[in-house]
């Protein structure tokens, strides 16, 4: 019997997974994907830890001031504290397993400042920190012989009077549908941004499968209205250009090249100066030329082989044009500190959960932090949590049966409404009416369109009859599942009437001391209910 | 109007909005528009991710990163199994990693300077999309080869100052490694992270030298001379 399996193979994953093997458990990582392709390679800026060096003047009570003020009071303290307090180990780990981090001119780890710090924070490797933390995390897993199961796409949680049995899952491969007992599951499988298809600079693999499945077996899910957007994205692919652009002393300027934000206001801020200032007819650029090709090839070599590659444009000598672009959510599986869900040996973490970390809104730097710092000790709280006098019955649940009839039936379905065009549709809906201006009106018009689509799916489908490596299948579920998620995130919205960090309402500007909490949604009898707690 | 060819299957063009010519984009376009089949990886679009490496007119390409033109032809990846269309067997990656010992093995406590981090930074920069994998001519004659992703990885870890275990590691690249690499330098035209793989090679040549060891196909070959033979082995590393 499998110990620990976890579903995901990113950063949070991949901690989880080195912290629970070191236990000397059985350890099984599931992923869709192969490991390196996960959405932690995409992280680019760094990771916020506090150091011990000569001259600093950052504390951990500063790097916890910055992380409440993100937060906007609905984060939680004591994970906060927590994440916090432990920076400086966590780096050190880091270093220790093998990161290469970039150093300065005393031998210490290199770093950076990112919005919303009030120092220089993240510690970083140039701009490909998460890549260097993802495959170095890889190699130790390898080395600590934790067994993969790539390419395997979760379909539903197993679960018995309230505790995780394990999962069902789709073989991409094969087709085939198969059940995996676990004494305990780590679901880390990211967040959900890839609903705004077309607007998002995430992966195509992030459709959020883990939380609409957590849904599914009364899970609770908090936050989902808060939707990070990243301010500068390359206008038309939406391709990243990392905070360390402005972090270096970017600057962000109009088509008459007048700056008109603070580059290092916190994200929503700065997005929204930006969306703004598109909306009213103008451009937005960002312009690195003051600083010099040895300076940009120096610190960011990724950021000016992108703008080359994808705009043909150099970074140390042209306007980069940009714009806004859903990045990261900060919502999810509710969970406490350690990772633990409303299901007994299910726990979640990383961008799939909402622990409290970020609250209402992520600073920059702290998604890395906190990958590591709860994948740790998610992945040493399973391993603790297991009762070994416990009897694991090794059966076929009925849930295996269920989902090989699910599948099945996807087969067989009419397929007159193409889903790659409602998915389309979908994406520029949640930007245009989901983004970063809100308002009941237009949200309760996306709900309108959530519930015809809904009601459609049944006569969407799929034209690939293959069993082998079949995309078109695999494409149909995570947009199912995203469709699913949909109307937690536009309920949860409408029902926040205020602004508060990343969700702006422009019928309700101002924050409301009555909205200090968290919104929480359960999903009864098919029916989404939301509550603030 | 334009014609691509994609795993032997001709595509038209002209329907493609905004006259994009990104691959990974027409891929996409293709799949929606004109063939929900047709079946390819992808991820982050931006060139990290590693997953969306094909060949277009035999050349091993990120698609997310490459730009067609009318004519063009699309492949899989060579040297292993393909699953359909576009998307190839990846398992003996995982295997070639393990083999090679390409982890951190006994952390040392040496000062790290910038030098030293820049010294691995180029190759730590790997995405793993297997383009050298494909590229290489070893694997027609030994598929146990353990080829240059694995050993620019093996060489990442040789040079960090952190390691203080380097013998485990050249002692792993002996067999089916360093040696059976040709020097054709073929990695290195396709890495899309511009990682000189050929020189990590010869550099693992060289520490394997220091260590004692010597090239196999040297000391098959019992002439007595070496002057003006070129069998790939150069201990200075030119």
Known sequence: MIDVLIIGSGGAGLS????????????????????????????????????????????????????LQSAHEIGDIDTINYMCENSTQTIQWLDDIGVPFSRDENNNIAQRRLGGASNSRACYSSDYTGLKVLHTFYDNCIKNNIEFI???????????????????????????????????????????AGLYNGYTTNSTASTGDSITAALR??????????????????????????????????YLVTKDEE??????????????????KIESGDEVFLDLRHLGIEKIKETMPQEYDLALEFCHLKLDQDLIPIMPAAHYTMG?????????????????????????????????????????????LVGKTA???????????????????????????????????????????????????????????????????????????????????????????????????????????????????????????????????????ETLVVKKDENIIVELS | ???????????????????????????????ATQNHSLAFRSGCRSGVCGSCAVRVNGVEKLACKSHIKDGDIVEPLKNTEVIKDLVVDLSAQEKFLRESKASLDTKGDEPITIQDEKNIDLQSNCILCNSCFSSCPVYEVNPNFKGPFALTRTYRYVNDKKESNIKDKIDAVQTDGVWDCTLCGNCNMVCPEHIDIKNDIMMLRNKSAQLGYTDPNMANFDSGFDAGMDFGFNPNGF
């Open chain 1, 16 to 67: 989880a997974a080195l912290e629970s093997k070191q236990c000397g458990k059985k350890v099984v990582v599931l992923s869709k994907t192969y490991p390196t392709q996960s959405q932690t390679c995409q992280a680019q800026g760094g990771i916020n830890g506090v150091l011990q060096k000569e001259n600093s003047t950052d504390t951990k009570e500063l790097h916890r001031k910055d992380t």
């Open chain 2, 1 to 31: 109007m334009a014609t691509i060819t994609i795993c032997e299957k001709e595509y038209s063009l002209d329907s493609i909005e905004n006259k994009v010519d990104n691959l990974l984009q027409i891929l996409n376009h293709v799949k």
């Open chain 1, 383 to 517: 391993i603790e949590n297991i009762d070994e006098k416990a009897q694991f019955v090794v059966k076929e649940y009925e849930k295996l049966a269920e989902d090989k009839e699910y599948i099945n039936n996807l087969f067989e379905l009419p397929n007159t409404i193409d889903f790659y065009d409602i998915k389309k549709d979908m994406g520029k809906l949640f930007y245009n009416k989901v983004g970063l201006f809100r308002e009941e009106e237009k949200l309760k018009e996306v709900l309108e369109d959530i519930k015809i689509w809904e009601k459609q799916r049944s006569q969407m489908g799929i034209s690939d009859k293959s069993k082998v490596y079949n995309t078109n299948l695999k494409e149909f579920i995570e947009f199912s599942n995203k469709l699913e998620l949909s109307e937690a995130i536009v309920v949860s919205a409408i029902h926040r009437k205020e602004s508060r960090g990343a969700h702006y309402r422009i019928d309700f500007k101002e924050e409301n001391e009555k909205f200090a909490c």
């Open chain 1, 259 to 276: 700056r008109f934000v603070d580059e290092l206001a916190a994200r929503d801020v700065v997005a929204r100066a930006i969306l703004e």
């Open chain 1, 150 to 192: 790539d390419e395997h796409m979760l379909l539903n949680f197993i679960v018995e009077d309230e505790v995780i049995k394990g999962i069902t899952c789709l073989d991409i491969k094969t087709t085939e549908v198969k059940q995996i007992l676990a004494k305990s599951v780590i679901v880390a499988t990211g967040g959900y």
């Open chain 1, 217 to 250: 077996v009364g899970c609770a899910v908090s936050n989902m209205e808060y939707i990070q957007f990243h301010p500068t994205s390359l206008k038309g692919s939406c391709i990243l250009i990392s905070e360390s652009a402005r972090g270096e002393g970017g």
């Open chain 1, 332 to 376: 999810g599986i509710k969970t406490n500190m350690y990772g633990e869900t409303n299901i007994k040996n299910l726990y979640a973490v990383g961008e799939c959960s909402s622990n409290g970390v970020h609250g209402a809104n992520r600073l920059g730097g702290n998604s890395l932090l906190e990958i590591v710092t709860f994948g740790k």
